[in-house]
């Protein structure tokens, strides 16, 4: 985990579900020896996303849990509702409209929402008025219409 301010990300799904997005970001995540914290908006959601990331390819899995698969400091990909970081997470995923609040000690944080929910995007909106408003190193990422991520801001 990095001593300097981290990095907040904004990821504007459009062109793909968080489904199909947030594998691929945590696998990154895991390649660049990162723990993740993946904080989810509702336990219906997180229920959604602990079976999901078990069978989202055939070739792999993710390593994950939640606080009932055992201790959380052995989870290299944490799942949780709560503002919390008990695996040493250097990179924490907010979905589904959970809100940023403690960003210390993590090299990155990753809002994604979903572009075709104007809730969702004025939150986003607002989250990223307030980061600029606290000098946050920010940076805006937009699917072109492959589904490619071109940053914006």
Not at 23 to 51: D, F, I, K, T, Y
């Amino acid at each position: 985990m990095s001593e300097a301010a981290p990095e907040l990300y904004f990821y504007h799904l459009e062109q793909r579900s968080l489904e199909d997005v947030l594998p691929v970001l945590l696998e990154r995540s895991l390649e660049r020896g990162w723990r993740a914290v993946v904080q989810a908006g509702s336990a219906e959601r997180l229920e959604q996303l602990n079976s999901h990331l078990w069978t989202y390819s055939q070739a792999s899995f993710l390593p994950h849990g939640t606080a009932e698969d055992g201790p959380p400091a052995e989870q290299p990909i944490f799942l949780t509702l709560e503002d919390e970081n008990p695996n040493g997470a250097a990179i924490r995923f907010l979905v589904d409209g959970a809100p940023l609040s403690e960003m210390e000690g993590y090299e990155r944080v990753v809002i994604l929402f979903d572009g075709r929910d104007d809730e969702a995007t004025a939150q986003a909106r607002q989250e990223w008025k307030a980061a600029r408003d606290q000098d946050i190193p920010v940076s805006y990422w937009q699917q072109d219409e492959t589904g490619r991520w071109q940053q914006k801001a």
